[in-house]
């Protein structure tokens, strides 16, 4: 049971550090529209989607008032769409993007997820369509993303499928160059890709989850940081608790709204996924929280270490709060969603290699990083390799969200607004990497996965 300072400090985590419900997603089976016909697919897709998530947006809302909790997006996610692609006759499969984007527009939702592909292993016809349909389709719709699993732990990595997502990434950033490469912000390339992600660009509805199911993500870097602030010159002992227990407290929060969204839906319990997930506002940073714990800027030396204490305690706080935890759940690091990020990339103190570094010890991995528009195809597919490797060998999510901003250089920024916030051009090395990616083939899983 609630008592007044638990209401109270509900309250305050609202409306001064910026706790919010950032996604209610709701996961659709799309296995029974498959067909060889792109129309009758297509025209299946949207009818089931319109019907299974009517009312998602007005329970949403419905929860916001009766609650006082903030639900920031409310958004769907698909079966792989490349699943539905084998039978279809047409080698043009784009018009199932299309389908998804009436439907999203219809159903009033922020974004639809899952005109994705999992090739880590190899490529089927179904995922050549679907890979060569991906620049376009970012290029002609505005709530549609897309992602590619290129790699897990088991598999290893295929390298074919990263040498493509180099080629698809530059492609996409082209198409969308009259809008600062906007289509770049709409994919994301995986390894260990998780079936039940809520959040975009990556949240597909996996072949093993249930017919329709909700998963939500929570989060709240405001109410994390200012617990760091009263904390402080603690023992990292103490800083560690005094996270856990904060994060326990916001993903309660979730599993209640998660709770009421299945009930008024008629759909399955997913997953709550806690996430320190930011957003360009001032006080909604994972930067301005690592710097609370003593770091001059994000980016000098200790930030790692201290990623790795601030992921591990909202990982441990989270598990105890809720009975399905999953998802990405941990601290995200995108560049262009975190004032703190961006100001510690534009004086050159977070560079990409530190970023990559971090990636080993956090959530996700290179995320929303504009460079140079003029870099080859074979730099964006190694920095992809770079990044896939760390998650293949730690056995865990890691994924690239990268945009080579045509005609801009260091020194310039993108910025796009609302949530995708803005960034500045970082420097790539400038040693090729065409040979290494051109060997193509796969890179054998580590020896660690041999487990039975």
Do not use: W
């Amino acid at each position: 049971m609630l008592n007044t300072f638990d209401i109270l400090e509900t309250i305050k985590m609202i409306e001064e550090e910026h706790l919010d419900i950032r996604t209610v997603t709701m996961g659709i089976s799309l296995r029974d529209c498959s067909g060889e016909d792109i129309d009758r697919v297509a025209g299946k897709i949207y009818d089931k989607i319109c019907t299974r998530a009517e009312k998602l947006v007005a329970v949403g809302e419905e929860i916001e008032r009766e609650y006082g909790i903030p639900i920031v997006n409310k958004r769907v996610s698909v079966t792989p769409v490349s699943l539905l692609c084998d039978a279809i006759t047409a080698e043009d499969v784009e018009p199932l993007a299309h389908a998804l984007e009436r439907a999203a527009r219809e159903v009033g939702i922020n974004y639809v997820g899952g005109y994705s592909a999992l090739v880590h292993k190899g490529f089927t016809s179904g995922d050549r369509k679907l890979l060569s349909s991906i620049p376009s389709a970012m290029a002609n719709t505005d709530r549609v993303c897309s992602s590619i699993n290129v790699a897990t732990t088991r598999a290893g990595i295929n390298m074919d499928a990263v040498k493509m997502c180099g080629e698809i990434v530059k492609k996409c950033a082209e198409l969308t160059a009259d809008r600062e490469s906007v289509g770049c912000s709409k994919l994301v390339v995986f390894a260990n890709a998780p079936e039940d992600n809520p959040f975009m660009a990556g949240a597909f509805h996996g072949v093993g989850e249930a017919e329709c199911a909700i998963n939500v993500g929570v989060s709240g870097p405001g109410v994390v940081l200012a617990a760091v602030k009263r904390a402080g010159a603690c023992s990292f002992t103490e800083l560690a608790e005094t996270i856990k227990r904060t994060a326990f407290k916001i993903t309660r929060m979730g599993q209640l709204v998660a709770a009421e969204s299945c009930k008024r839906l008629g759909a399955e319990f997913g997953i709550v996924d806690l996430s320190l997930a930011p957003t360009p506002a001032v006080g909604d940073s994972v930067a301005d929280v690592l710097e609370a714990m003593g770091l001059g800027t994000v980016g000098t030396h200790g930030t790692t270490a201290a990623l790795a204490l601030l992921n591990d305690a909202v990982k441990k706080g989270g598990v105890m709060a809720s009975s399905h935890v999953g998802g990405l759940s941990g601290a995200f690091i995108p560049v262009s969603e975190d004032s703190g990020m961006i100001a510690a990339a534009r004086t050159g103190a977070l560079t990409l290699d530190k970023l990559e570094a971090m990636t080993a010890v956090c959530s996700v991995g290179l995320d929303m990083i504009a460079v140079p528009g003029d870099t080859p195809a074979s730099t964006i597919s190694a920095i992809i390799a770079d990044e896939i490797s760390i998650g293949v060998v730690n056995n865990k999510t890691t994924a690239v969200r990268i945009i080579p901003a045509a005609g801009k250089t260091v020194g310039d920024e993108v910025s796009y607004g609302g949530l995708f916030g803005s960034a500045p051009i970082m420097p790539v090395h400038d040693g090729s990497s065409e040979a290494f990616i051109a060997r193509g083939g796969r890179i054998p899983a580590p020896i660690h996965s041999q487990r039975n």
